[in-house]
């Protein structure tokens, strides 16, 4: 008895071992048997809606700020855990509109709106890391870029979505660093997968000029002066958008794997 015991634990060993080795395969074999697009997508593109919330210094003179955001992810490995970050936004701080009539002799026959913006344009380049994919993606990254605070002002009809004469009043930039992370949540697989993207970033834009609500003064004559403020300006926004996959384009390796399988 104990011999055929020993030859079952035997033969059940030798069949689990065939049955591990079988089920290893190369790089390259494993790989010909994968669908294309768990490969992960070549690139990753983001479209989100942004909100800005002034700290420091600059959050005493300047209330919440709304804007929009795009940015672009290129993967550095196969698995997609690192990835090259690029991204572009503006952030809108400040909006003044003053109606009033056109010149003699049309009166107020037509009114016109004079519009002040005051905007932040800011864009940047760093590395991204991915701390685990699948269904719902935690993230991290940092990037280095430039920052353009900008206040504008235009003049249109009342009832027109054109402008026709417009002018920038004043304007600074600063080289500026960016910090954050979020969350993806998949809501739609396949080779454009598609996530919820939720985010909240740090922008330190170090020390830069700028105007806020009331900070240009109109003079009877059409003169006008200007008051700057010159502080540090940081800003903590909160991101909510979507982030689509970009599918990969055939290349020899696809071509070799379908070849392989008929």
Known sequence: MGRVRGVRWTTTVAAALATMLG????????????????????AYLGLSFVTADPRG????????????????????????HVRLRGDLGFVVYGHE????????????????????????FYGGLGPELVLTSGAVEPYLYATFGY????????????????????TTNYSDGAFAWRGGGGIRVRVSDGRTPVSLDLGLERHDNGIVDYLTEGDIQDHPDGSVTLFPNRTEAELLTFRVGVSIGLPRGDDGDDRRRRRGRR
Do not use: K
Not at 148 to 161: I, K, M, N, Q, V
């Open 147 to 166: 920052a353009w605070f900008a206040t504008r002002s235009s003049l249109g009809g009342a009832d027109e979505w054109d402008d026709f004469a417009s």
């Open 57 to 80: 210094e600059m959050g005493q003179l300047v209330d919440r700020g709304f804007g929009g955001q795009i940015d672009a992810r290129l993967p550095l490995d196969r698995a997609g």
């Open 23 to 42: 089920g290893l395969t190369t790089p390259e074999s494993a790989e010909a048997q994968r669908p294309r697009f768990e490969r992960g997508p070549a």
């Open 97 to 120: 509109r003053v109606r009033s009539c056109w010149s003699l002799p049309v009166g107020c026959r037509i009114e016109t709106d004079l519009t002040t913006t005051n905007s932040i």
